[in-house]
């Protein structure tokens, strides 16, 4: 008996990789705060709650394939109002995460043997739904010392080849909270226009910036619409992470048509969940406010304590809750274990992602590291001055 | 842009096929009844909804990748209570439905050009996971002379060769209701043992067996633990389809590590449903008893009325809530549309879901058909007599 040649290919979470030293650490009594899974303590919307306890029918029935047509309204209502763009039932699939709405587009699109355009860091779990489906990543690169940008029309074209099919970004990015421009979001609809790729755009953090900006999404031009899937996800939008609703939005008419088939296959998504979710779409628009503001807050406190430890390469990034940043150590997956097995002051530590897991290419992100910066601003000080220390201590041993 | 070959090979589910004609109907007045679908009528156990009014957190976070642990010990326990099965926490993925620990099952074992071998007539949603894994399906076949029963050693050998990964089963069957007898478990285990094959065995109906017979499952050939791969779930064990909550268990250790890699990279199955399940877990044992009663009567409703149709070919099935059957028409999928645009009795109408879609083999299955017996006994009865008037004036048209 052999496993398939891409489970093989596919790798274990580098978010989850430490767990098993952080419970150690934990039984040994060290209080530990994580940066390394954006997991927001923000409450969720006692809404949702409420949906779930009204829940009224005696049977809990499968919802319909396509997702409840109380919810596919109201994400289509959330779309006209809050982002302007105009959708019709049918171009809005209800996912289990935004992680069904993306391995349903790679099952769609990618064969083996293909290609995927994806600027790195990158999202790790990218990795292994491009590789259930046959594919590779061909990776575009980056640097820390210019915040990670990746709109660069010559470094993207140079990567198109006979096997690319898509091109897919997350905006704003995780894990380098990096923000398209308007002119670096149309630059790159055009060249998945030029070159006849799709435009897989990942937007789960669209809320989530903090330079004035209006809210956007790829899903505006019309004239790419053919080309365009959008990733969307009520996980990070209203800190419902456990609700597992994401959602598959495209006006491509025949990719809609297939992705329906393998919604058909797994019958639906959670009915209860659905059903909270409506409940928070009809929130009012200064729930986004708020939420907006406590995440600046927090970017803020992470980005001047990483400005302040010597060694330290970051640029304020602007936007979802994540930051990546290039440290003073040798290796930060040898750092993070380091960090939980001899490392505490005042019996805390902490810890982050590393960053090698963020990469397709081998041996990059090694000195990277990702925080989530979703603990309140004290936590996520301390936090932040237990690396600062850790990184003094680690340096100085022997 | 073109899609990818996998999701151009699969098809739209054959139990939905008519819903565009259900609509019609019912836009016209008719009442259905729906035999297609094998969604119960069944009460949810109120403990469910209880669990869930009770969730007194205020973020709805992220569950654990594997499941919590609560649900995975619940599992745990009704294995060893119930079925006579130890298993180790580690044995046990709680997945988004049997569906999620399918696609999880075929994307672990299988490659392109690999084969699996399924007995036909089967659960047609099988195809799109194994396609989307690149593999295909070798049937098994069958016939409904005999009760569509497949536990043939030579007509199973003759099927393998260097590319056959696996053998699956639904055992109790769907859509057949066909029960494995403990010799031929036993028969199919070594099979799968001689020829170094995963055995992916789906016992979503396990409680349904209306013989007397004690509840068993593959797992409990220890001489195969390391073949063998259920598939379980809670949808149809309490009555409890819209939660989504599957469960994938196997005993081979190098299995379930790669299956937790897709487990990770989707992150998590939703919090309030796995909590809803725990509850019923709970559930005293005469649980169980009663509805495998209620099913039982309404299997022998729908067998004694499919006998009473001059012509029906279809054996008395001892499990699951499902019956196949061959119909004395020419083309049952006709059949069903004329059903809903040309027939009534009373304002009233039925659906089943026409027998082709279960079969891998082109032609066959085009005069069988599926019912499933999830209807109270009278509801069930008159769409029986509406299955039987229907046939007469089908037959008679022209």
Not at 181 to 203: Q, S, T, Y
Not at 318 to 329: E, N, Q, R, S, T
Not at 354 to 382: H, N
């Amino acid at each position: 008996m052999k496993f398939s040649s891409k489970v093989q290919r596919c790798d274990y979470s580098p978010m989850r990789k430490f767990h098993p030293f952080a419970v150690a650490a934990r039984a040994a009594g060290k209080k530990i705060y994580h940066l390394n899974i954006g997991q927001p303590d923000i409450a969720t919307p006692p809404a949702a709650f409420a949906a779930v306890r009204d829940f009224a029918l005696p049977v809990l029935e499968y919802a319909p394939s396509p997702g409840i047509p109380e919810l596919i309204a109201a994400v289509a209502k959330y779309y006209r109002n809050n982002v302007g763009v105009a959708l019709q039932e049918e171009d809005i699939l209800i996912t289990a995460g935004g992680s069904e709405a993306l391995s349903i587009t790679c099952n769609c699109i990618l064969d083996d043997g293909d290609e995927i355009i994806i600027p790195e860091p990158f999202y790790p779990n990218y990795n292994t739904f491009v590789q259930a489906a046959g594919a590779s990543i061909r990776p575009v690169d980056t640097t820390p010392h210019d915040g990670y940008r990746y709109a660069d029309r010559e470094k993207i074209e140079a990567l198109i080849n006979d096997h690319t099919r898509a091109i897919m970004l997350t905006n704003p990015g995780n894990p380098t909270g990096t923000v398209l421009a308007p002119a670096e979001m149309r630059m790159i609809a055009d060249i998945a226009k030029e070159h006849g790729l799709f435009l897989v755009v990942d937007e789960v953090y669209r809320e989530f910036v903090y330079g004035g900006e209006e809210l956007s999404s790829m899903a505006s031009f019309d004239d790419v619409a053919e080309n365009t899937i959008l990733i969307d996800s009520a996980s990070k939008r209203f800190s419902a992470c456990g609700a597992r609703i994401g959602v598959l939005i495209s006006r491509n008419k025949a990719f809609m048509q297939h992705a329906l088939k393998f919604c058909q296959a797994r019958l639906a998504v959670a009915t209860l969940d659905q059903t909270a979710v409506v409940s928070m779409y009809d929130l009012p628009a200064d729930y986004f406010l708020a939420s907006r503001e406590e995440y600046k807050r927090r970017r803020d406190v992470a980005y001047r304590k990483f400005k302040e430890i010597p060694g330290v390469v970051c640029e304020c990034p602007g936007g979802a809750f994540y930051m990546m940043a290039k440290l003073p150590v040798d290796d930060t997956e040898r750092f993070q274990e380091w960090l939980l097995t001899d490392f505490e002051d005042k019996g805390e530590t902490m810890m982050f992602a590393p960053g090698a897991g963020f990469y397709a290419t081998p041996g990059k992100g090694r000195d990277e590291i990702r925080i989530a910066y979703v603990l309140k601003e004290a936590d996520l000080a301390r936090a932040m001055d237990l690396l600062a220390l850790g990184i003094q201590a680690y340096n100085a041993r022997r």
